[in-house]
């Protein structure tokens, strides 16, 4: 079964820090692209990262650049989303996606709240 399951987030001060895991199981992990999006309160869908197979080159929205660092580790089967300098804009429902034989497989969500 090809699932995907976000874990790490949490209540975390501005200027404050998180990494998020998503854990991948039912494909061919290194053969496949990964994102994270998030939707924040009365927000649509926002993409925020990529990266790719191989060299694992990476992308970022303009809004997270210079303060998220997305990374893979393909033995563990997981995608991380390192997520620094938090601003409570930044609160949302975070999620990770792949495209898997033909169709996109999102996981659950985790939530991400940034207040003081």
């Known amino acids: 079964q090809v699932q995907l399951l976000e874990s790490g987030g949490g209540l975390v001060q501005p200027g404050g820090s998180l990494r998020l895991s998503c854990a991948a199981s039912?494909?061919?992990?290194?053969?496949?692209?990964l994102s994270w999006l998030r939707q924040g309160p009365g927000k649509g869908l926002e993409w925020i990262s990529e990266?790719?197979?191989?060299?694992?080159?990476?992308y970022y929205a303009d809004s997270v650049k210079g303060r998220f660092t997305i990374s893979r580790d393909n033995a563990k089967r997981t995608v991380y989303l390192q997520m620094n300098s938090l601003i409570a804009e930044d609160t949302a429902v975070y999620y990770c996606?792949?495209?898997?034989?033909?169709?996109?497989?999102w996981g659950q969500g985790t939530q991400v709240t940034v207040s003081s």
């Open positions: 039912g494909f061919t992990f290194s053969n496949v692209a």
């Open positions: 990266i790719l197979t191989g060299g694992g080159s990476t």
């Open positions: 996606k792949a495209y898997v034989a033909g169709s996109y497989v």
